[in-house]
C-alpha cells in the first residue's frame, strides 16, 4: 500500500523567503505525482503534474522535481508572498488512484 | 484547466436524514468519478470510484449501502449520505480526470456536511 509523507506538517516564512516542501513515498512504481493547494474550506486546486518519466515541471513561481528512485518530490517556491497561504498536498498516482500525503500548511508573514 | 462543480458547498442536515451531493464535469466527459473524505487537518481518504454506467468501486471499510454512489452520465456523478450519524459529518470532495492513466485529476470545491 503506497504510503505518502509530507514534512514539514507546518511551516511559516517571511514574505519574500523561498519556500521548499517535501514529499516522500514509498512505492516508487508510479505512474505520476501532482501538487495541489488547498485553502481553508475549500477544494484542491491543481498546481503541477510530473509524469513518473519527468524530473520536473515548472509553472511561474512554482518548480516541482521528482526522483522516482529514492521516492521524493520537492515542491519550490520562489519569492514567497502572502498569497501562498495554503495548505500543499501531494499526490501520487498509480494507473488511476491517487494517494494523498496529509499536506503542508504554509503561512506567509507579510 | 477542466472544470469540475460540487454541490452544495455546504449542508447541514438532522440525524436520520439523507443527503445528496453532486459532482459535475462541467467541460469534459469523466466516465470514472473519485469521492474522497477529509478529515480535520488529515490528508484526503478515496472513498469511492463511481463508473458511469456501473456500479461504484468502494474502499475497504466504506459501507457501500450507508454511501450510495449514482453516475447516471458522462457529466454527473452523485454521492447520497443515508441514514446520516453526526460521525458522518466531514468534508467531501469528487475528483475526476479527461481520461485515466497520467492526466490531470481535478476537483470539485468540496462539500462541508454536518450532521446534528
Known amino acids: 500500500k503506497q504510503e505518502v509523507t509530507q514534512i514539514p506538517a507546518a511551516l511559516s516564512v517571511p514574505e519574500g523567503e523561498n519556500l521548499v516542501l517535501n514529499c516522500s513515498f514509498t512505492d516508487s512504481a508510479i505512474y505520476n505525482l501532482q501538487w495541489f493547494r488547498q485553502d481553508p474550506g475549500k477544494g484542491l486546486t491543481s498546481l503541477l503534474l510530473i509524469q513518473s518519466s519527468q524530473r520536473e515541471q515548472t509553472s511561474g513561481r512554482l518548480n516541482a522535481s521528482l526522483d522516482k528512485s529514492s521516492g521524493r518530490s520537492t515542491l519550490y517556491i520562489a519569492a514567497s508572498q502572502p498569497g501562498d497561504s495554503a495548505t500543499y498536498l501531494c499526490?501520487?498516482?498509480?494507473?488511476?488512484?491517487?494517494?494523498f500525503g496529509a499536506g503542508t500548511t504554509v503561512t506567509v508573514r507579510a | 484547466g477542466a472544470v469540475v462543480s460540487q454541490h452544495p458547498s455546504w449542508v447541514i442536515c438532522k440525524s436520520g436524514t439523507s443527503v445528496k451531493i453532486e459532482c459535475r464535469s462541467l467541460?469534459?466527459?469523466?466516465?470514472?468519478m473519485f469521492w474522497y473524505r477529509q478529515f480535520p487537518k488529515q490528508s484526503l481518504m478515496l472513498m469511492a470510484t463511481?463508473?458511469?454506467?456501473?456500479?461504484?468501486?468502494?474502499e475497504q471499510g466504506v459501507e457501500k449501502d450507508k454511501f450510495l454512489i449514482n453516475h447516471a452520465s458522462l457529466t454527473l456523478s452523485t454521492l447520497t449520505v443515508t441514514s446520516a450519524h453526526p460521525e458522518d459529518s466531514s468534508f467531501y470532495i469528487c475528483s475526476a480526470r479527461v481520461q485515466l492513466r497520467n492526466t490531470e485529476a481535478f476537483f470539485g470545491q468540496g462539500t462541508r456536511l454536518t450532521v446534528v
Open positions: 499526490a501520487v498516482g498509480d494507473d488511476y488512484k491517487l494517494s
Open positions: 463511481s463508473n458511469e454506467g456501473s456500479k461504484a468501486t468502494y
Open positions: 467541460d469534459f466527459q469523466a466516465t470514472t
